[in-house]
């Protein structure tokens, strides 16, 4: 039994200190370079930068908290603006993640994340998905029909505003834990990289294309969903005490 604890404590400790190491730069993963696509190194790339932008996104949206029942339209676009880039990154990351399990020699030399990443992962996608989900729900619902009780969740009754700020508060943990483990990678990956270090990489027209159409998917869902919130924009969305 001793033996056992022992050996647990010290796993934990390995997977702690892998993060930690990754998390500050003292230790950076591999990414093999591949002709075309550029394989885990181009995908390191496009995972990195779409990071960023959905770390501008979110941090203007958090600052619209403040004021959301005044900045109600501004915290509708940029919501809408947060879907296609964190939907990108889920993409990039999955196709990473199943490209290592699946035995792809590229994905399989440069590893997996550290453990303790891997396992906060999860917990990252499905809050951010269903925070986004959920507000597109609202959106769309409108305000009368969001309020009314709608679901029970461990003999709790709420309504969808109550279900958004549930994936408001995990996803704040979640992805500030996050942060704080590839804030440095993704910098130290992308703007921190010496002059011409991406042209370097094969693969970056094709990148180029992925943000493009993000972006026009971003802005034309922020206008969609902007029109449709007229409800919320009359009454304000924290007029009951809720942001």
Not at 43 to 51: E, F, G, R, V
Not at 80 to 105: D, E, F, H, N, Q
Not at 162 to 188: D, E, S, Y
Request: charged share 15%.
């Amino acid at each position: 039994m001793q033996s056992a604890t022992q050996g647990s404590g010290g796993a934990l400790q390995r997977a702690v200190s892998d993060t930690l190491a990754e998390a500050t730069g003292r230790e950076l993963r591999d990414n093999p370079v591949v002709a075309g696509t550029g394989g885990p190194a181009g995908n390191a790339l496009l995972t990195a930068w779409t990071a960023l932008v959905l770390l501008a996104l979110s941090v203007a949206e958090l600052l619209t908290l403040f004021d959301v029942r005044g900045l109600i339209s501004w915290h509708v676009a940029l919501g809408a603006l947060l879907i296609p880039p964190a939907v990108m990154k889920t993409a990039s990351t999955g196709w990473r993640m199943a490209s290592y399990y699946l035995g792809r020699r590229p994905y399989e030399e440069a590893g997996p994340p550290p453990l303790l990443m891997r396992l906060l992962g999860p917990l990252v996608v499905v809050s951010t998905l269903g925070l986004l989900a959920t507000g597109v729900l609202l959106i769309l619902l409108g305000e009368e029909q969001a309020r009314r009780t709608s679901l029970t969740v461990l003999g709790f009754r709420a309504d969808w505003v109550t279900a958004h700020q549930g994936f408001f508060a995990v996803w704040c943990g979640a992805v500030g834990l996050h942060l704080l483990g590839r804030i440095v990678p993704a910098l130290r990956a992308t703007v921190l990289r010496g002059p011409g270090a991406e042209r370097a990489v094969p693969g970056r027209w094709a990148r180029v294309l992925w943000f493009a159409v993000m972006v026009l998917g971003a802005a034309a869902l922020a206008v969609v969903l902007v029109h449709a919130d007229s409800s919320w924009a009359s009454h304000g969305f924290g007029e009951r005490g809720e942001h």
